[in-house]
């Protein structure tokens, strides 16, 4: 389960696939080294994404 505190890095690590999900919302620098500390809130706050609606699409 993804959940708000999960790290970008160890989100893409162990999934991928999800990629394809953040960048259709707008994360657009996934590769940043920076972002891969970033969690899932940090980097929708930073993104003026709704984070509880990006968890809905990611763990489906």
């Given at each position: 389960m993804i959940e708000k505190?999960?790290?970008i890095g160890e989100l893409l690590e162990t999934n991928p696939?999800?990629?394809?999900?953040l960048l259709?919302?707008?994360?657009h620098c996934?590769?940043?080294?920076?972002?891969?500390?970033?969690?899932?809130?940090?980097?929708c706050e930073v993104h003026g994404i709704d984070v509880e609606e990006?968890?809905?699409?990611?763990?489906?």
């Open positions: 505190d999960t790290k696939e999800k990629a394809e999900i259709a919302a707008g994360m996934l590769g940043c080294p920076a972002s891969q500390a970033e969690t899932l809130e940090e980097a990006l968890l809905a699409e990611l763990n489906k």
